[in-house]
């Protein structure tokens, strides 16, 4: 059976064939995601919970504790990690890499209604949960700041406008607002005034809580009209709280001025956040897992002079970090590697065969068999990555294997006398098994990397399927399109012209390289004693080698990214923290090779105690720093381990 035949018969159908494949591998390409790496999902889902005023022990023993007996009663549930601080706690659940993100989801909300009996009658809220990739870095940063409004203000800006819209736009999954929080009005007491009404804390937060509270106040109807009866009696400043009766006291009434007083503050007065060294509002912004990272954050750029309007002039942003400016870079950079390995190969396909038409039909093989590989990507739900493009750069060496053995064997046939069109035929039908089994031993070569365990393995499919996708299709092509070419665009020997000057230096240099060959090989020969100490010598440098070695999970990258975390006593106050944030800050803005520091304190982004922090640093480009990332790191332990009381990591 020739398999070739119909193709060769039918040029027309064929080349449509060719054309159509190599449309689709061009559309599929521009459609594709862009990343660092290929897409890996770790089920791990996040519990939180609040108990306003606990402390640590008691939301251990009394939260934490009966939330993580039913979490690890979860099938699938490979670790579980808990953190209890003041007012709540954070449980992290990791989940078995074959379980299904969503189905844990539900089973942890299960869980966590199973364990409502167990938990205080006195939580303002359920505790709630959220899928988490520790693998996910945010793609953006931004800074909002004003020399003018309170942070508070900021953060209602950060939260109502900018964090909502940037939410809405197409590839963001969460915009997180750090560095500041919601306004509210805090009650300041004298605890002798207090003790004399005999009010506890918690009769006087049921009291306020019952005489500010904005009901309906009904309404009424006449003979023509209804009215709705509205009232303005919900308090909004702090001031008005002054004069709040509370309660009645031997016929007295009991205000609010008697007990302390009501001031303007925050929900939350253990955050705080910096741009550098000034006082900012971050946010922090993370793409969705299938999202276009490029295609993300240029859409986000585009938004931004529009957002800008909707802000008060005194606020202004300001763009702390970019992870795409060495993703852009990194997948340049490998794009021109797979132009050059297709140039080059094309350069010796020419400098051996030293025809023009068989030259064409051996390269033609590249183009096509590599967009057919990113049509099938794209449907296999692949991304344009580091690992994906280095997949498709190895195998440009491998697909053009079959076509050049395909063109000679069809080449022997016509200098042997057959006719192209026949030649096409014997050829095609002669060497059909043998490229099907080049094909299927190179294949057979990346079967293992399917078959790894583990977040290598996950990370490694990718490449091992893209590669092996590459060498099907290039068969594929080597017996329909090829053979076809051949019985169309070869001539006989007889109708070539004369050898030229190109082909014969050509000639006269291979021949000298098969000499030298030759000879060597001879000598080999004729010293079998000496080529196995040799061969025994390179085994055992190929040993010590591997030991010596650096290894580790993959090569170190100079992202020009540095995220740390600070840590300092845990008996720390908020107002020293800040200001030992601050110092670390301005030590580390203060390198040269730094162009940007963000920072903050207290919860979001991971960080939801007193005496921890955040600290997100942005490099200057290579060019301009000429140091790498992880010597401007060690530089800067030798600098931030002089700071008294503070660590960063």
Same mark, same amino acid.
């Given at each position: ?40 999902? /770790? ?228 955050v705080a956040g910096w741009a550098g060294t000034h006082r900012s509002v971050l946010v922090i912004i993370f793409k969705q897992a299938d999202a276009n990272v490029i295609d993300t954050v240029d859409r986000i750029r585009a938004v ?331 530089? /800067? ?13």
């Amino acid at each position: 059976m020739n398999v070739s035949a119909p193709f060769i018969l039918r040029p027309a159908g064929t080349s449509l064939l060719a054309i159509g494949l190599f449309l689709l591998g061009v559309v599929a390409y521009h459609f594709m995601p862009v990343a660092a790496i290929p897409r890996v999902d /770790l089920p791990m889902i996040s519990v939180s919970a609040s108990l306003p005023g606990a402390d640590p022990a008691t939301v251990a023993s009394s939260l934490a504790a009966p939330l993580e007996r039913r979490l690890a009663q979860i099938a699938g549930v490979t670790e579980i990690t808990s953190v209890s601080t003041l007012g709540g706690c954070s449980i992290s659940i990791q989940f078995d890499l074959n379980r299904k993100a969503d189905g844990a989801a539900r089973d942890v909300q299960a869980a966590i209604n199973a364990a409502a009996a167990d938990l205080p009658s006195n939580l303002p809220g359920p505790p709630t949960y959220r899928k988490v990739n520790p693998a996910d870095a945010p793609i953006m940063i931004l800074a909002m700041r004003s020399e003018t409004l309170p942070a508070t203000q900021v953060f209602e800006c950060a939260d109502s406008i900018l964090g909502q819209r940037l939410s809405q736009i197409e590839g963001v999954s969460q915009a997180n607002i750090s560095g500041a929080d919601k306004s509210a009005v805090r009650v300041q007491l004298n605890p002798g005034a207090l003790a004399a009404t005999g009010l506890s804390l918690e009769e006087l937060r049921t009291l306020l809580s019952q005489v500010n509270v904005d009901l309906p106040k009904g309404g009424f109807d006449g003979d023509a009209q209804s009215h709705t009866i509205v009232s303005n009696d919900q308090l909004q400043e702090a001031v008005a709280y002054d004069d709040l009766i509370l309660t009645q006291r031997s016929g007295t009434p009991l205000r609010l001025s008697t007990l302390g007083r009501a001031i303007e503050g925050t929900e939350n007065t253990r955050v705080a956040g910096w741009a550098g060294t000034h006082r900012s509002v971050l946010v922090i912004i993370f793409k969705q897992a299938d999202a276009n990272v490029i295609d993300t954050v240029d859409r986000i750029r585009a938004v931004l002079p529009q957002l800008e309007k909707w802000l008060p002039p005194s606020v202004k942003i300001t763009e702390l970090s970019d992870r795409t400016t060495t993703i852009r870079a990194s997948v340049h950079d490998v794009q021109f590697s797979l132009l050059l390995s297709i140039a080059l190969v094309v350069m010796v396909i020419f400098l051996f065969l030293r025809r023009c038409w068989p030259t064409f039909i051996a390269s033609i093989t590249v183009p096509l068999a590599l967009a057919g590989t990113f049509a099938f990507m794209y449907l296999c739900h692949y991304s344009i990555d580091n690992l994906s493009l280095m997949a498709v750069t190895i195998s440009v060496g491998f697909v053009v294997d079959d076509a050049i053995v395909v063109i000679e064997n069809i080449h022997r046939f016509i200098e042997l006398g057959d006719p192209p069109m026949q030649a096409a035929f014997k050829g095609a039908k002669q060497i059909g098994f043998t490229v099907i089994s080049m094909s299927t031993s190179l294949i057979a070569v990346f079967i293992p990397l399917l078959f790894m365990s583990g977040v290598i393995g996950r990370l490694f499919h990718e490449f091992a399927v893209t590669v092996s996708l590459a060498i099907l299709v290039s068969g594929v092509i080597s017996l329909t399109l090829t053979p076809m070419l051949c019985a169309r665009l070869l001539k006989p020997e007889a109708a070539c012209r004369t050898p030229g000057r190109f082909n014969r230096a050509c000639e006269r240099s291979f021949n000298w390289l098969l000499g030298h060959y030759a000879g060597s090989l001879r000598w080999v020969l004729r010293h079998p004693v000496f080529m196995m100490l040799v061969w025994l010598g390179t085994l055992g440098a190929t040993v010590r080698l591997y030991q010596a070695v650096p290894k580790g999970f993959f090569p170190q990258q100079d992202t020009g990214i540095v995220m740390g975390s600070t840590d300092a006593a845990q008996d720390i106050s908020f107002p020293a923290m800040a200001e030992l944030q601050q110092k670390v800050a301005r030590i580390v803005l203060d390198d040269p090779a730094v162009a940007t520091v963000g920072s903050f304190l207290g919860s979001g982004g991971g960080s939801s105690t007193v005496n921890n922090g955040r600290m997100f640093i942005t490099l200057k480009p290579l060019a301009e720093r000429k140091v790498s990332a992880d010597q401007v790191i060690a530089r /800067l332990r030798g600098k931030l381990g002089k700071v008294v009381g503070i660590n960063l990591f």
